[in-house]
Nanobody
Framework: QVELVESGGGWVQAGSSLRLSCTPNDGNYIKNGNCMGWFRQAPGKKREAVAAIDSFGGTSYADSVKGRFTISSDKGKNILSLHINNAQPEDPGIYSC??????????????????????WGQGTQVTVSS
């Protein structure tokens, strides 16, 4: 069973930056190039796919974060990251990383939906203060 662990959440001032990290508790799933994604869920809202990365480094973003968020994977360190730049009032929520469980090549402009992912982390809370 793949277990993903997120870190880096917390308070960030609007307009500032934050870096979230995700690493498997056991196994080299990021190092192996599995397709990964970041999701967020704000209170009272459904979970939203914000960014994804495929096995070849191809990335996709939700329109609401394009130009401000950057997803990256460090295969050497087996870490998936999400850089949040210019945080906005609509960015707060629980951010979770997810693993499809296999390698793939992205075939669409938007991040894949949640039901395409098999393994999830518990999430890390991000709060934006104005």
């Amino acid at each position: 069973q793949v277990e993903l662990v997120e870190s880096g959440g917390g308070w960030v001032q609007a307009g500032s930056s934050l870096r979230l990290s995700c690493t498997p508790n056991d196994g080299n799933y990021i190092k192996n190039g599995n397709c990964m994604g970041w999701f967020r869920q704000a209170p009272g809202k459904k979970r939203e796919a914000v960014a994804a990365i495929d096995s070849f480094g191809g990335t996709s973003y939700a329109d609401s974060v394009k130009g401000r968020f950057t997803i990256s994977s460090d295969k050497g360190k087996n870490i998936l990251s999400l850089h949040i730049n210019n945080a906005q009032p609509e960015d707060p929520g629980i951010y979770s990383c997810a693993d499809k469980g296999y390698r793939c090549r992205a075939s669409r402009w938007l991040p894949p939906p949640a039901d395409e992912y098999s393994y999830w982390g518990q999430g890390t809370q991000v709060t934006v203060s104005s």
